[in-house]
């Protein structure tokens, strides 16, 4: 989501909450001779209201798989998410008096840093890669149909080619297919022909059929118009325009590649926030039970 | 009556006074070549060719002169057939060779003399400007281009059928032939007869050879065919021509002639036996809501009928448009129709998909026809006052009781209504009425789609397209001043109800409530339009007719910049919506901004155009609800521009035709588009966006979002 001035309210509620937290705090620490504890009352309230806050936050994963209860928009909950999120840290650290102590609540605390940073790492990168996402892949598609699109191009590509070869594959088969007989839209010499056919199937279909192979030149932006304008020269001036939508077939290719690149940046981090934090919330239950409890 | 005695290459001649040289020639087995002149038409030599000397200063045209007395005639002097070689030649410069009749038959005239003189190359240089070609008719195609001016397909029209529709366009270097004013073929008074098409010489009219596929059925003989009366009076050479287009059917009962919503290309005639027309989908439409769990409860699809669940502004039709002759009653959608009755028509015309689905009940016989048999049937001016009259008699009252504010109308009204209404018809691209002209008729809806509008800069702003049973014309005949508020356009193949100004003065005058009903329509009707006017002028036009947005209403809008492409809004809507979704986050971009694939609720819905019962239209509050009724076809879907409608299946019993009295579960579709989730406060696409990256807005506002940062916008706009 992005932080912007519609968040200013959240902004505001989050940082008067954490003053009077701190507030509240300083006087409980100083007042306290043992120093602060988990246990005392304002600890367990620091503690409760701290863990309720996560519990919100995490209810968002819920949230979303009930997209049409109508129980607040999702994105009042994202806002909560983001900023009751936070605040829960400190308040949390009030809890524990800022000490680890025991096993479990040094892991709980090692886990709630590595969400809370990785729910802002996700924070900052949802806020930036949007725009970059808009502005580097202006033919963006859902990300789902990518591999039919890709599968489109291809197609598209080999009847391109066809119509300065004959259908793609080999020889024998084409002509078996066209009756023994090769007919083509552009009339070039043989040779520039079987050239034309050799490149295409040397270079640019394994990179249209496997775009992410590591091995194909065209996937590198700067290189594909370097190699295109060599084909250029390289092939007779009927090709050129078949030349021209085959380079922008494969700039096309490169922006699914972009979208694919940026999409997994956008939604990475999930992998690493999401676990954990139901890992978090689950250690938390247990630490408040065995704490009550015992 | 005295003999004339006169010399012809030779040969002493003797033919009675008033005799031509041509049919003087021609009686004493000399062939003089000739274009313009036919036995069975008056002689005009226009075209020259059967020039021969006659002894006169100048060459004579011998179709129109008269043999004298002791006249020498030579017709293959060196001066003759030198003066008919560069006429051949000259008329050669300008036909297309070979032309469409050389092609299909080998026989164009022109081309044959050419051929017969020793003409392989003009010498004239060919004219530059092209006179081009209509392909309007459906049964005639039009060329121009091959035209010589000999005018006998105008002799044919007028003197032979008296049908007066061909004539003469232009002068010089710009002359041709014309059908009434100058109107495309398919859109004048033409009946098809056919017979200009066979006094052609050349390839200027020829047959239009669509019947390329052979409908099954028995065919059927030109003789068989003219002993009905319905096809007495069309002409035996255009059904010999189009013998494939017309075949008899022969259906047991039980079975089932054709289905709702399949398309076709043909209309039937019943000619024994009764057929039963019905309606085999649900009448119901689809409903998302909660259940009564409320704040819990999850949003479901299913389908309700009118007595279950009425929406806002649902029509309270009491019958329902099919493409036959009746209408099918609401509440129990079965009419039976018999011998002399037609249906299919709006399929095999404008071959829109089937409205209802015919089952034989008795075992029949019909004649099924494609187009080209149905539209010479339809243009033959006896045929069309018997079908007239048929309308009139069987019709006339359904379709006047089936428009709610006529329902007072008194039985002997309605007796005098008969014998004044008039049946006109209309093809695609015809105007009914501009805005501005005298208002001399209101106009009930038969067949067919018409579209009001009003010329606005930058185009005709639709007011609105009017189906089978809307009716129009009645605001200026309510006003005071008489004229006309909007132009009227048939969309494809219209037949409407005239009502001429007197008659719908008397039925005003004398039944006030109809009078004030349609005065509340009229009243209504200027008020939307109205609004819609002044919306339109406040729009930045040029950047909405760009973009395409001109006509919405509405627009779900992402901001890419916000949008992390979670689909949290694809999934929300497809769960609201039985896991149908209503939008895919695809469509155009606009700087930051995407208008998904959702409907736009368009001020000028494209989608109703051609729905075959009708059942798609626009609520008063302008947003387009489908009605009970709809057969699942999918034609709105397809006329979307931008793929707003879907297709909703549902599982539903129906008669198992193969077990009598048993049922079988058979999928049928319901057309649905966006909702907005009315039932909700705000639709569960935006609702449920995590990232405040959905919006639903007006175009206006979302033009004038652009350049205006968002964090305020989207504060101010989060409907």
């Given at each position: 989501?992005?932080?912007?001035?519609?968040?200013?309210?959240?902004?505001?509620?989050?940082?008067?909450?954490?003053?009077?937290?701190?507030?509240?705090?300083?006087?409980?620490?100083?007042?306290?001779?043992?120093?602060?504890?988990?246990?005392?009352?304002?600890?367990?309230?620091?503690?409760?209201?701290?863990?309720?806050?996560?519990?919100?936050?995490?209810?968002?994963?819920?949230?979303?798989?009930?997209?049409?209860?109508?129980?607040?928009?999702?994105?009042?909950?994202?806002?909560?998410?983001?900023?009751?999120?936070?605040?829960?840290?400190?308040?949390?650290?009030?809890?524990?008096?800022?000490?680890?102590?025991?096993?479990?609540?040094?892991?709980?605390?090692?886990?709630?840093?590595?969400?809370?940073?990785?729910?802002?790492?996700?924070?900052?990168?949802?806020?930036?890669?949007?725009?970059?996402?808009?502005?580097?892949?202006?033919?963006?598609?859902?990300?789902?149909?990518?591999?039919?699109?890709?599968?489109?191009?291809?197609?598209?590509?080999?009847?391109?080619?066809?119509?300065?070869?004959?259908?793609?594959?080999?020889?024998?088969?084409?002509?078996?297919?066209?009756?023994?007989?090769?007919?083509?839209?552009?009339?070039?010499?043989?040779?520039?022909?079987?050239?034309?056919?050799?490149?295409?199937?040397?270079?640019?279909?394994?990179?249209?059929?496997?775009?992410?192979?590591?091995?194909?030149?065209?996937?590198?932006?700067?290189?594909?118009?370097?190699?295109?304008?060599?084909?250029?020269?390289?092939?007779?001036?009927?090709?050129?325009?078949?030349?021209?939508?085959?380079?922008?077939?494969?700039?096309?290719?490169?922006?699914?590649?972009?979208?694919?690149?940026?999409?997994?940046?956008?939604?990475?981090?999930?992998?690493?926030?999401?676990?954990?934090?139901?890992?978090?919330?689950?250690?938390?239950?247990?630490?408040?039970?065995?704490?009550?409890?015992? | 009556?005295?003999?004339?005695?006169?010399?012809?290459?030779?040969?002493?001649?003797?033919?009675?006074?008033?005799?031509?040289?041509?049919?003087?020639?021609?009686?004493?087995?000399?062939?003089?070549?000739?274009?313009?002149?036919?036995?069975?038409?008056?002689?005009?030599?226009?075209?020259?060719?059967?020039?021969?000397?006659?002894?006169?200063?100048?060459?004579?045209?011998?179709?129109?002169?008269?043999?004298?007395?002791?006249?020498?005639?030579?017709?293959?002097?060196?001066?003759?057939?030198?003066?008919?070689?560069?006429?051949?030649?000259?008329?050669?410069?300008?036909?297309?060779?070979?032309?469409?009749?050389?092609?299909?038959?080998?026989?164009?005239?022109?081309?044959?003399?050419?051929?017969?003189?020793?003409?392989?190359?003009?010498?004239?240089?060919?004219?530059?400007?092209?006179?081009?070609?209509?392909?309007?008719?459906?049964?005639?195609?039009?060329?121009?281009?091959?035209?010589?001016?000999?005018?006998?397909?105008?002799?044919?029209?007028?003197?032979?059928?008296?049908?007066?529709?061909?004539?003469?366009?232009?002068?010089?270097?710009?002359?041709?032939?014309?059908?009434d004013y100058?109107?495309?073929?398919?859109?004048?008074s033409?009946?098809?007869?056919?017979?200009?098409?066979?006094?052609?010489?050349?390839?200027?009219?020829?047959?239009?050879?669509?019947?390329?596929?052979?409908?099954?059925?028995?065919?059927?003989?030109?003789?068989?065919?003219?002993?009905?009366?319905?096809?007495?009076?069309?002409?035996?050479?255009?059904?010999?021509?189009?013998?494939?287009?017309?075949?008899?059917?022969?259906?047991?009962?039980?079975?089932?002639?054709?289905?709702?919503?399949?398309?076709?290309?043909?209309?039937?005639?019943?000619?024994?036996?009764?057929?039963?027309?019905?309606?085999?989908?649900?009448?119901?439409?689809?409903?998302?809501?909660?259940?009564?769990?409320?704040?819990?409860?999850?949003?479901?699809?299913?389908?309700?009928?009118?007595?279950?669940?009425?929406?806002?502004?649902?029509?309270?039709?009491?019958?329902?448009?099919?493409?036959?002759?009746?209408?099918?009653?609401?509440?129990?959608?079965?009419?039976?129709?018999?011998?002399?009755?037609?249906?299919?028509?709006?399929?095999?015309?404008?071959?829109?998909?089937?409205?209802?689905?015919?089952?034989?009940?008795?075992?029949?016989?019909?004649?099924?026809?494609?187009?080209?048999?149905?539209?010479?049937?339809?243009?033959?001016?006896?045929?069309?006052?018997?079908?007239e009259?048929?309308?009139r008699?069987?019709?006339l009252?359904?379709?006047l009781?089936?428009v709610?504010?006529f329902?007072?109308?008194?039985?002997?009204f309605?007796?005098v209504l008969r014998s004044k209404v008039e049946l006109v018809r209309y093809?695609?691209?015809d105007v009914i009425c501009r805005q501005g002209d005298i208002a001399d008729a209101f106009y009930l809806v038969r067949?067919?789609?018409v579209r009001v509008s009003e010329?606005?800069?930058?185009?005709?702003?639709?007011l609105?397209?009017l189906?089978?049973?809307s009716y129009f014309g009645e605001i200026g005949l309510l006003n005071g001043e008489g004229r006309r508020t909007a132009t009227c356009t048939a969309?494809?193949?219209v037949e409407l109800v005239r009502i001429h100004a007197e008659e719908f003065h008397q039925m005003t005058e004398q039944?006030?409530?109809v009078r004030?009903?349609l005065e509340?329509l009229a009243?209504?009707r200027q008020?939307?339009?109205?609004?819609?006017?002044?919306?339109?002028?406040?729009?930045?036009?040029?950047?909405?007719?760009?973009?395409?947005?001109?006509?919405?209403?509405?627009?779900?809008?992402?901001?890419?910049?916000?949008?992390?492409?979670?689909?949290?809004?694809?999934?929300?809507?497809?769960?609201?919506?039985?896991?149908?979704?209503?939008?895919?986050?695809?469509?155009?971009?606009?700087?930051?901004?995407?208008?998904?694939?959702?409907?736009?609720?368009?001020?000028?819905?494209?989608?109703?155009?051609?729905?075959?019962?009708?059942?798609?239209?626009?609520?008063?509050?302008?947003?387009?609800?489908?009605?009970?009724?709809?057969?699942?076809?999918?034609?709105?879907?397809?006329?979307?521009?931008?793929?707003?409608?879907?297709?909703?299946?549902?599982?539903?019993?129906?008669?198992?035709?193969?077990?009598?009295?048993?049922?079988?579960?058979?999928?049928?579709?319901?057309?649905?588009?966006?909702?907005?989730?009315?039932?909700?406060?705000?639709?569960?696409?935006?609702?449920?966006?995590?990232?405040?990256?959905?919006?639903?807005?007006?175009?206006?506002?979302?033009?004038?979002?652009?350049?205006?940062?968002?964090?305020?916008?989207?504060?101010?706009?989060?409907?």
């Amino acid at each position: 989501m992005r932080i912007d001035r519609t968040h200013r309210s959240w902004e505001v509620a989050t940082l008067v909450l954490a003053v009077v937290s701190t507030v509240a705090y300083i006087a409980y620490a100083v007042r306290s001779p043992a120093g602060p504890r988990g246990g005392s009352a304002l600890g367990l309230t620091f503690g409760i209201a701290g863990y309720a806050m996560m519990l919100y936050a995490g209810l968002l994963g819920a949230r979303k798989k009930v997209p049409t209860w109508r129980i607040g928009r999702a994105q009042t909950w994202m806002r909560g998410h983001i900023w009751l999120g936070s605040l829960s840290l400190l308040l949390i650290l009030f809890h524990g008096g800022f000490a680890f102590r025991g096993p479990l609540t040094a892991v709980l605390m090692i886990l709630f840093f590595i969400v809370i940073l990785s729910g802002w790492t996700g924070a900052l990168i949802q806020h930036f890669v949007p725009s970059l996402m808009t502005t580097r892949v202006p033919m963006e598609t859902i990300y789902e149909e990518i591999p039919h699109v890709r599968a489109q191009l291809c197609q598209e590509a080999d009847k391109l080619v066809a119509t300065v070869c004959g259908p793609i594959g080999s020889e024998e088969a084409a002509a078996e297919e066209f009756g023994g007989a090769v007919t083509t839209l552009v009339e070039i010499e043989q040779e520039d022909r079987a050239r034309f056919r050799d490149i295409y199937l040397r270079k640019l279909r394994p990179y249209l059929s496997d775009p992410d192979s590591e091995h194909a030149e065209l996937a590198d932006l700067n290189r594909t118009s370097e190699v295109f304008d060599s084909l250029r020269r390289l092939l007779a001036a009927p090709v050129h325009p078949v030349l021209d939508d085959l380079e922008n077939i494969c700039e096309e290719e490169q922006q699914l590649s972009r979208q694919i690149r940026v999409y997994r940046w956008l939604h990475s981090w999930l992998l690493v926030h999401v676990p954990l934090s139901i890992a978090l919330l689950v250690l938390g239950g247990l630490h408040a039970i065995m704490a009550l409890r015992y | 009556m005295s003999d004339v005695h006169l010399t012809i290459d030779g040969t002493a001649v003797t033919v009675p006074a008033g005799t031509t040289i041509f049919d003087a020639a021609r009686m004493n087995g000399i062939a003089i070549p000739t274009l313009c002149h036919q036995q069975n038409e008056t002689p005009v030599g226009v075209c020259r060719v059967c020039v021969v000397d006659a002894g006169g200063r100048v060459l004579s045209a011998a179709c129109v002169r008269p043999a004298e007395e002791k006249m020498v005639v030579s017709t293959n002097s060196e001066k003759v057939v030198r003066a008919r070689r560069t006429l051949v030649e000259l008329l050669m410069a300008d036909h297309p060779s070979p032309c469409a009749r050389q092609r299909q038959s080998n026989d164009c005239e022109l081309e044959t003399l050419a051929r017969l003189e020793g003409i392989t190359q003009a010498r004239f240089p060919r004219r530059l400007s092209p006179r081009g070609q209509d392909n309007s008719s459906l049964v005639i195609a039009v060329d121009h281009e091959a035209c010589i001016l000999c005018d006998r397909c105008i002799r044919g029209c007028d003197e032979i059928r008296h049908n007066d529709v061909l004539g003469r366009r232009g002068k010089g270097f710009m002359a041709g032939i014309a059908f009434d004013y100058n109107l495309p073929m398919g859109n004048s008074s033409c009946v098809s007869c056919g017979e200009c098409m066979v006094s052609c010489p050349t390839g200027a009219l020829t047959n239009k050879s669509i019947v390329k596929t052979v409908l099954p059925g028995e065919p059927v003989d030109v003789d068989d065919l003219q002993q009905l009366a319905y096809f007495q009076k069309v002409s035996g050479t255009f059904l010999e021509l189009n013998k494939n287009a017309v075949v008899r059917r022969h259906f047991k009962k039980g079975e089932i002639i054709c289905r709702e919503g399949e398309y076709g290309s043909t209309a039937f005639y019943i000619l024994e036996g009764q057929a039963q027309v019905f309606l085999s989908t649900p009448l119901a439409h689809v409903q998302s809501k909660g259940g009564a769990a409320g704040f819990f409860s999850r949003l479901s699809s299913r389908l309700v009928g009118r007595q279950q669940e009425r929406r806002q502004d649902e029509g309270s039709r009491a019958t329902i448009p099919i493409d036959a002759s009746v209408d099918l009653p609401y509440d129990n959608p079965i009419a039976t129709l018999g011998p002399g009755d037609l249906f299919g028509e709006m399929t095999c015309m404008n071959l829109y998909p089937r409205s209802a689905t015919v089952r034989a009940a008795t075992d029949c016989v019909m004649l099924e026809m494609l187009r080209n048999v149905l539209d010479i049937i339809q243009r033959n001016k006896t045929l069309k006052a018997q079908l007239e009259a048929n309308y009139r008699k069987r019709a006339l009252d359904d379709h006047l009781r089936s428009v709610p504010m006529f329902a007072s109308l008194t039985q002997d009204f309605i007796d005098v209504l008969r014998s004044k209404v008039e049946l006109v018809r209309y093809t695609k691209g015809d105007v009914i009425c501009r805005q501005g002209d005298i208002a001399d008729a209101f106009y009930l809806v038969r067949l067919g789609f018409v579209r009001v509008s009003e010329p606005h800069p930058g185009g005709e702003l639709v007011l609105a397209y009017l189906g089978r049973g809307s009716y129009f014309g009645e605001i200026g005949l309510l006003n005071g001043e008489g004229r006309r508020t909007a132009t009227c356009t048939a969309l494809d193949h219209v037949e409407l109800v005239r009502i001429h100004a007197e008659e719908f003065h008397q039925m005003t005058e004398q039944f006030p409530d109809v009078r004030r009903s349609l005065e509340e329509l009229a009243y209504e009707r200027q008020t939307q339009n109205r609004q819609r006017l002044a919306t339109a002028t406040s729009t930045p036009l040029d950047q909405f007719l760009t973009q395409g947005l001109m006509e919405a209403q509405s627009l779900l809008v992402l901001d890419l910049e916000r949008c992390t492409r979670c689909d949290a809004c694809v999934r929300a809507c497809a769960d609201a919506h039985d896991g149908i979704t209503r939008l895919v986050r695809e469509g155009q971009r606009f700087d930051k901004y995407l208008v998904a694939t959702s409907c736009r609720h368009c001020r000028d819905p494209l989608c109703m155009i051609g729905c075959p019962v009708g059942s798609i239209r626009r609520r008063n509050s302008l947003e387009v609800i489908i009605e009970n009724w709809c057969i699942g076809c999918g034609l709105c879907a397809k006329n979307c521009p931008y793929g707003n409608i879907n297709l909703h299946p549902f599982n539903v019993l129906e008669d198992d035709p193969a077990n009598p009295g048993r049922q079988v579960a058979v999928v049928k579709q319901k057309a649905t588009s966006c909702d907005l989730c009315t039932d909700h406060a705000e639709p569960s696409c935006v609702y449920a966006c995590p990232h405040d990256a959905a919006h639903r807005v007006e175009p206006n506002e979302f033009f004038r979002w652009i350049g205006a940062p968002l964090e305020t916008e989207a504060r101010t706009h989060s409907r």
